[in-house]
């Protein structure tokens, strides 16, 4: 059996994603590289981006044909170089992946000046003008997939997640309202809300790897929204660990 995916491509049975264009924001390492690795096993042509050179080696290494841009979408005017290059290199993408992030503990009346700015720019504004960026491409072909990997913070808030738990929960605000802006136009927004899962961001928790989902889950999840049919949009998924949240403390 197979059937149209709706990108340029053709998802069948076995996940086949020749001829796909896919973009994956802070993906050098964690769950953005495991979404990466997903789609290009399968055929897809992946561009990613992050802050390190030096990582973004390492993941071609891994993923032969695997384009790289070193950038903090932290700042707009990198967000906006990012975008003329993908556009420039490869077209407009089929699929678009905001997973670019970051964690800054705290509470609101007790974390440092300046953490709600660099909460939002990073996890909520990156992903606001990439999208605009990129979108008008979508728009004219009449089709796309936007995965926004936002967390289980967006729906659950957690003691000392501050303003992070905030950037999470708009994450989760514009994806569902982007969702309805582009359903009559054929785009898809899916919010991809992930737990705790295995990477570098929880190193030095000591707690075993049976209190953490595997990135490859993660990307697994990501990977099927995308290989539905066009006349389907999975509009949030939402992951946990087996045994339950982790505390962000």
Not at 34 to 58: K, S, W
Not at 66 to 77: I, M, N
Not at 126 to 141: C, E, K, N, Q
Not at 219 to 227: D, K, T
């Amino acid at each position: 059996m197979s059937y149209s995916s709706g990108m340029t491509g053709t998802a069948t049975a076995s996940g086949a994603a020749h001829g796909t264009s896919v973009v994956v924001t802070g993906a050098s390492r964690g769950i953005g590289l495991a979404i990466a690795r997903r789609f290009h096993a399968e055929g897809a042509q992946v561009t990613i981006c992050a802050r390190g050179e030096a990582a973004l080696a390492e993941a071609r290494d891994q993923l032969p044909g695997l384009r790289t841009h070193a950038c903090d979408l932290s700042r707009r005017e990198e967000v906006e170089r990012f975008a003329d290059a993908v556009l420039a290199e490869a077209g407009t993408p089929d699929v678009l992946v905001n997973n670019a992030g970051a964690f800054l503990p705290g509470g609101i009346g007790s974390e440092a000046e300046g953490t709600f700015e660099a909460m939002i720019a990073i996890n909520v504004a990156s992903a606001y003008h990439l999208t605009r960026a990129l979108l008008p491409g979508m728009l004219a072909r009449g089709r796309g997939t936007i995965v926004n990997v936002c967390s289980t913070a967006s729906v659950t808030p957690y003691p000392n997640g501050g303003s992070y738990g905030i950037a999470k929960h708009a994450l989760l605000g514009f994806s569902r309202t982007l969702r309805e802006e582009l359903k009559p136009h054929g785009i898809r927004v899916v919010a991809l809300l992930p737990g705790a899962t295995l990477t570098d961001s929880w190193a030095g928790a000591g707690l075993p790897y049976s209190r953490f989902m595997p990135a490859e889950d993660v990307a697994e999840a990501a990977f099927m929204a995308w290989r539905m049919s066009p006349r389907t949009v999975v509009e949030d998924i939402l992951l946990r660990p087996m045994l339950g949240d982790i505390p962000a403390d």
